[in-house]
């Protein structure tokens, strides 16, 4: 029997010839299944334009369809609440699993989230793939700022997933309801780069890297959801794939991804350098301007970060982490500058200690020479 899900984890890495290799073997065992996953695997090859993508997301189920849900159990959780119905591709609802415990005089209660298939708005092929695909990048991850997967499901003949319900709010509302400190600012950036420096470490970028997709929690606890668009680094033999549409956010989406073209590591650093530039000024980055804050070093990594070409950016997360770390250390930002002056003044500003020792010892040194020399 063909378990599409593991082949599809497998195959999915594979270059176009090794994927055909595959597949005419399994043809032999079980054509249909073998073409249903074909079809699976051509997804990033099927071109849509941006108007039909775009047209397909906004739109927005019945009042009944969305309804209907309610009271339905799944894997144990009884669905209670419609919490979003923003996404593109599911509807997102609250459930509970009520847990007896000896201990307590009452049951205590277990809470998820159930993303579900929207069928009336994802009858593409492609967008099927992308649900399913959210449920299968998040099976291979465990990482405490990303969103946990308890498991992949049905209801009413719908696909779903299980996810840990994340008790929280968005980055947007946090940031205006909170009013955080720049400490808080950067504690949260550094929470999300955790998050993303753990995807690309497992050569995955997210692709949707946006404020509405980072939950925050009481204790400032960050945790990234909806992989969705999520893509495992892939070598794949060259297609005429440059029209293909992944999807993007507009304010938060390189511009590559924008303009139609596969997006990788590059992209999500870009979308990266949006949100940072958006928590340190309310507001996401202009393309007009060089300059988006008075901070001269840290604007220069801001420039890095949300270059035009992908080239000229900082190549994965863990580059900026790591550039990021340098400038709260104190140590100079060759982005910013590589003068001499500006390098000295760093290490005096870090080291004021062994600075001035080195100083002293020099001065020390010199009036020797001069002394002996008279």
């Keep these: 029997m063909i378990d599409i899900v593991s082949l599809y984890n497998e195959l999915s890495e594979l270059g176009y010839s ?13 054509l249909i299944k073998a073409n249903e996953l074909e079809k699976m695997l051509k997804v990033d090859d099927i071109t849509i334009s941006t108007t039909e993508f775009l047209s397909e997301q906004i739109s927005t189920s019945t009042a009944a369809s969305k309804h209907s849900f309610i009271g339905q159990e799944v894997m144990g959780f009884t669905i209670k609440s419609l919490l979003s119905e923003s996404g593109g591709m599911g509807l997102v609802y609250h459930a509970e699993q009520d847990i007896f415990c000896s201990n307590h005089t009452q049951n205590q209660s277990h809470k998820a989230a159930i993303k579900i298939l929207r069928s009336d ?5 492609q967008q099927k793939v992308m649900f399913f695909n959210e449920a299968s990048s998040l099976m291979l ?3 405490p700022n990303i969103c946990s997967l308890y498991g992949v499901s049905e209801v009413l003949d719908h696909a779903c997933i299980v996810m840990d319900y994340i008790d929280g709010q968005s980055l947007d509302i ?18 999300l780069l955790n998050a993303v420096c753990y995807l690309h470490e497992l050569q995955i970028y997210h692709g949707d890297l946006k404020p509405q997709n980072i939950i925050i929690n009481d204790q400032e606890h960050l945790v990234l959801i909806d992989l969705g668009l999520a893509q495992k680094f892939k070598s794949v033999e060259m297609h005429d794939n440059k029209n293909t549409v992944k999807a993007f956010s507009k ?4 511009p590559e991804q924008i303009a139609g073209y596969p997006y990788e590591a590059m992209s999500d650093v870009y979308s990266l350098g949006a949100i940072m530039c958006y928590l340190l000024t309310d507001k996401p980055p202009s393309q007009t301007s060089r300059s988006y804050i008075k901070d001269k070093e840290l604007n220069a990594l801001l420039n890095k970060a949300l270059a035009s070409a992908p080239e000229n950016r900082f190549q994965d ?13 104190g140590f100079p930002i060759d982005e910013y500058s590589t003068h001499p002056i500006y390098q000295f003044k760093k290490l005096i500003t870090r080291k004021p200690f062994t600075s001035l020792t080195c100083v002293l010892l020099l001065y020390s040194v010199a009036s020797s020479v001069l002394l002996f020399v008279k």
């Design 18 to 30: 090794e994927q055909q290799a595959h597949l005419s073997k399994l043809k032999k065992i079980d």
């Design 121 to 125: 708005k994802l009858n593409s092929e």
């Design 141 to 143: 991850l465990d990482h």
């Design 174 to 191: 946090w940031l205006a309801l909170n009013k955080p400190t720049n400490k808080q600012k950067f504690n949260v950036f550094i929470q």
């Design 251 to 254: 304010n938060w989406s390189a």
């Design 317 to 329: 997360a863990n580059q900026l982490r790591l550039k990021i770390q340098q400038y709260q250390q």
